[in-house]
């Protein structure tokens, strides 16, 4: 095996990892049918449900990463030549709007600047146009910084009969995500940025709204690997039979059930709070380099933040730099953003002082 | 988090995992960026050449379970109305048909008894009528437990330019493997079974052939997860440039890593002997209870043993005690097999004398 050296993951994703949740890993391997095994996957179900804010049975995690849970979401409820209606302002609204063509769609993309919100009323008038069955947006880009609200979206969505999706990689666990307070029927997440857990699963749910539409299609759903119908065989223990789908990921889902149990026992609001302060004084620190967020104060996610380049400075050397010289990895800018911007992680375990300290201590002498 | 009972997991799989390659998930987090990750990445992807016997560049890890790998290699060459011809001889087989409707062929099913193998010939007869672009089989067939030689395949797939493709989920590193030799385009397999790491990641290969096949596509790949071109972006280092396209999971490839050293420190040959002495140790120990093997001795899967049933016994409620009081799992029938056949699995470390003397005694008073 391979020497792993220590690091400070203050980058897009995946954060550090706490060691009890590193152990959990190494526990004996059980059988994914194992009675045993059962009963934590419905604790990391019900658990979930609290995270995301939501009655929603359809709860579970998806055995792949964050994408996986975009696709899954995506595949179950876009049929050949529905309209889909994207707003598109970072790689992951780009990136839904491609997965959504993939499978036939006509999509529709509301493109505003990156770095900025929406408000419902731009997105009731470009629903008009698009008259869509679905609706997309990113709750928390990870290429921009933004937390986007949803205030007002489902009452757009229920006006033209359309699903309302929410990209929550981001966000879920450092800060509010109440899906059924927004009216979202579809979300996803990854477990390596606010849960603290090593990259691997996604959370998502399906509203029954949703589900209804899974069950109105006309074709079969493009995947077996991601049939919500299919998996839900193996994970809805309500009916008391459950049968083989895949082999779920038994120390991920260990390592996810340990996670989640650091965050129950933190509390939600406190880590919210936590991610908050942190992101906060974050600002605060770069400020004294004379480095400004991108975003607008009330706009900002938290637990990611972008922060404007200098001209003529040598990004990459200075990345490079902190990695090689202080063990620390923080982020590019993508896109439009790339040489732009940097962006900074504080996120789990990370989102405190002394991650923000370590940083800026190591930066100054760089810059 | 919840105490994980001791199990000698001796079903289809997973099965047991030894504490370094456990461990090795236990290590801190690198991001997947990291240029001491990508090292763990390269060399897993080389090693997992070796195991596959194949000089495919394009050898990886697909970040899902079996399954998902079986997803990945149909998703990328399957277009709309292509002939696909699927041969049948259980679950598996019956999956793959199921996934390539689901893409839009036009599937052709070799239906043979579930229990048996395939000659060429008969492969032959059946492409001459389904004249196909993709031929498929399943050289470890986990459901019935029959090893599928491939002698002569790529022949007939050559005749029609079709693809071949082996679904080595409970062959790899259990019996050979060597897909260069057969004339394989396309494999699949899981970590949970002979590599003996937990599950959650599906080793794949594409060869040329497949490749040019992906780049003439008409459509994109109705999947972006499981796209190869774009995960190749990441996981292709020879450019010098690697491009974000999803987040690896870090903890399941240092257990792959570490699985695979320990499969190169015992030596393939050596690996191989010892699953077949342990098949036969274990249907030796079920002769003396009275019980036969359902495959004949040429066509057996030494991973995965299915042992036919005396009639009369409560199947479910012998797997139960054994689970129960001895801490035993094997799997059940799956299919027409249900309540005919137990499935044994004897996978990676679980090859030995010991696990099946454990399992014969246990046994023994419950018959």
Redesign the interface.
């Known amino acids: 095996?391979?020497a792993?050296?220590?690091?400070l993951?203050l980058?897009p994703?995946?954060?550090?990892?706490s060691?009890?949740v590193?152990?959990?890993?190494?526990?004996?391997?059980?059988?994914?049918l194992?009675p045993?095994f059962l009963?934590?996957v419905e604790?990391v179900k019900a658990s979930l449900r609290t995270l995301f804010g939501t009655s929603n049975a359809v709860t579970f995690p998806v055995?792949?990463?964050?994408?996986?849970g975009?696709?899954a979401c995506l595949?179950n409820v876009i049929e050949p030549g529905d309209s889909v209606l994207v707003v598109v302002q970072g790689v992951f609204g780009l990136?839904l709007a491609?997965?959504a063509?993939?499978?036939?769609a006509t999509v529709h993309r509301l493109e505003i600047p990156w770095g900025t919100a929406l408000d419902a009323a731009a997105l009731a008038a470009a629903a008009k146009q698009a008259r869509p069955r679905l609706i997309c947006a990113v709750n928390g880009e990870t290429s921009t910084g933004v937390y986007q609200r949803f205030d007002g979206f489902a009452e757009v969505a229920r006006e033209h009969n359309a699903l309302l999706l929410a990209d929550c990689v981001t966000s879920l666990a450092g800060m509010p995500v109440a899906i059924d307070d927004w009216g979202v029927d579809l979300v996803y997440s990854?477990t390596?940025k606010c849960l603290a857990c090593?990259?691997?699963l996604a959370p998502v749910s399906f509203s029954q709204r949703a589900l209804d539409r899974v069950a109105a299609r006309r074709n079969?759903?493009?995947?077996?690997?991601l049939d919500v119908g299919e998996v839900m065989k193996y994970l809805d223990g309500s009916s008391g039979a459950r049968a083989?789908?895949?082999?779920?990921?038994?120390?991920?889902i260990?390592?996810l059930?340990?996670a989640l149990?650091e965050i129950e026992a933190e509390g939600l609001s406190a880590r919210y709070a936590r991610h908050a302060a942190a992101a906060q004084a974050l600002i605060a620190g770069l400020g004294t380099l004379g480095l400004e967020p991108l975003v607008a104060e009330a706009d900002r996610l938290h637990p990611l933040t972008t922060v404007k380049l200098p001209p003529g400075i040598d990004e990459a050397a200075i990345r490079s730099a902190l990695?090689t010289q202080h063990g620390i990895?923080i982020g590019a800018g993508?896109g439009p953003l790339a040489g732009q911007v940097w962006r900074i992680g504080l996120m789990g375990g990370n989102a405190c002082q002394h991650s923000v300290d370590t940083l800026i201590a190591a930066l100054r002498p760089l810059l």
Chains 1, 2 share one sequence.
């Open positions: 095996m391979t792993i050296p220590d690091r993951l980058g994703g995946p954060c550090n990892v060691a009890p590193r152990e959990a890993m190494a526990a004996p391997l059980l059988g994914h194992d045993d009963a934590i604790h055995s792949g990463t964050g994408s996986a975009m696709e595949v990136r491609n997965l063509e993939r499978y036939g990854g390596q090593p990259p691997g079969p759903v493009p995947s077996f690997y083989y789908h895949h082999t779920a990921p038994i120390s991920m260990y390592a059930d340990a149990a990695l990895e993508l």
